[in-house]
């Protein structure tokens, strides 16, 4: 069965990096895309990007460019996804999720939380 | 601000039907198809409808959704106290080349 499963929650400090991974099993890794949500407390869903297993091309929309790098492991069919400069505003829950048009299976979800 | 509007929260006694609107633009909605997602709290996003009406495997045919131009509904018939969650709606928004979301409508079963 389809299983995407994370990595575990982080605690940074403002102004580092978080990387989170996202290990697949249960279906060809390079045949569906990989995307990032992120739900920060109390707001709603945020699409953060998108990566292609296949080539490893990539997408972001405009407010994460900069900010953002998302990459993979063919060897591991895993997807990680980094994010740099971190600020309270990015304490949230990031899940993975795969698609072609929807977003049929998601990771469990990591909490990141931003603290000083 | 989400890009997709949703109201923020919708109610219903159990074996009520209720609605969930999500309004977007000939961007968004109007020009792709929309999904929508039951999110639990503590748990990973469900998806309940895709291409506007179609529902996965194993999900009950009381969820039915429908797309009108730049608007879409979700119903759900038969109302369940477990239906009570968070729901979503999504589509791809062609000037943004990007998913864009609305920003979540709390569904509670009274």
């Known amino acids: 069965q389809v299983q995407l499963v994370q990595s575990g929650a982080e605690v940074k400090k403002p102004g580092a990096s978080v990387k989170v991974s996202c290990k697949a099993s249960?279906?060809?890794?390079?045949?569906?895309?990989m995307h990032w949500v992120r739900q920060a407390p109390g707001q709603g869903l945020e699409w953060m990007g998108i990566?292609?297993?296949?080539?490893?091309?990539?997408s972001y929309p405009q407010n994460f460019q900069g900010r953002v790098t998302m990459t993979r492991d063919t060897s591991t069919s895993t997807v990680y996804m980094e994010l740099s400069s971190l600020r309270s505003e990015d304490t949230a829950v990031y899940y993975c999720?795969?698609?072609?048009?929807?977003?049929?299976?998601w990771g469990q979800g990591t909490l990141v939380t931003v603290s000083s | 601000q989400s890009v997709l509007t949703q109201p923020p929260s919708a109610s219903g006694t159990p074996g009520q039907r209720v609605t969930i609107s999500c309004s977007g633009s000939?961007?968004?909605?109007?020009?792709?198809?929309v999904n929508w997602y039951q999110h639990l709290p503590g748990t990973a996003p469900k998806l309940l409808i895709y291409?506007?009406?179609q529902r996965p495997s194993g999900v009950p045919d009381r969820f039915s959704g429908s797309k009108s131009g730049t608007s879409a509904s979700l119903a759900i018939s038969g109302l369940q106290s477990e239906d009570e969650a968070d729901y979503y709606c999504?589509?791809?928004?062609?000037?943004?080349?990007?998913?864009?979301f609305g920003g979540g409508t709390k569904l509670t079963v009274l």
């Open positions: 999720a795969r698609s072609r048009d929807r977003f049929d299976y």
């Open positions: 249960g279906y060809t890794f390079t045949s569906y895309y």
């Open positions: 990566i292609n297993p296949s080539g490893g091309s990539t």
């Open positions: 000939t961007s968004n909605i109007g020009s792709n198809t």
């Open positions: 291409s506007n009406n």
């Open positions: 999504a589509a791809w928004d062609d000037s943004l080349n990007g998913w864009v």
